[in-house]
């Protein structure tokens, strides 16, 4: 079991910045791959960003790259998303995820699993909203 508790999320104007935090418990961090999904009012669940086990590898969708900023600190137990430039459209609810069974770093290009059905557990999300 995994459990999971979000932090961080609130209100900005756009170009700003926030930082979510997630923190998890139960078993051992550093042994699963962590995840950030978003979802606004009306839209399906989407794939944000991931990190590997050790923190090494990070993948992100497209309309975030060069934007935010995942990482994790296993020794605290937590996953951060850096968010910077943040625009209107950056709106939503923001869920950690953790999956137990993501891909290994190989030395590679790392790719993790991105649909949401693929993850294990999720915190209750925090919300980000982003105003013009």
């Known amino acids: 079991q995994v459990q999971l508790v979000e932090s961080g999320g609130g209100l900005v104007q756009a170009g700003g910045s926030l930082r979510l935090s997630c923190v998890a418990s139960g078993r051992t961090f550093g042994t699963y791959v962590m995840g950030w999904f978003r979802q606004a009012p009306g839209k399906e669940r989407e794939f944000v960003a991931a990190?590997?086990?050790?923190?090494?590898?990070?993948y992100y969708t497209d309309s975030v790259k060069g934007r935010f900023t995942i990482s994790r600190d296993n020794a605290k137990n937590t996953v951060y998303l850096q968010m910077n430039s943040l625009k209107p459209e950056d709106t939503a609810l923001y869920y950690c995820?953790?999956?137990?069974?993501?891909?290994?770093?190989?030395?590679?290009?790392?790719?993790?699993?991105?649909?949401?059905?693929?993850?294990?557990?999720w915190g209750q999300g925090t919300q980000v909203t982003v105003s013009s």
């Open positions: 990190v590997s086990r050790s923190g090494g590898s990070t």
């Open positions: 995820a953790a999956d137990l069974r993501g891909p290994t770093e190989y030395g590679g290009t790392w790719y993790p699993r991105v649909r949401p059905d693929e993850y294990d557990y």
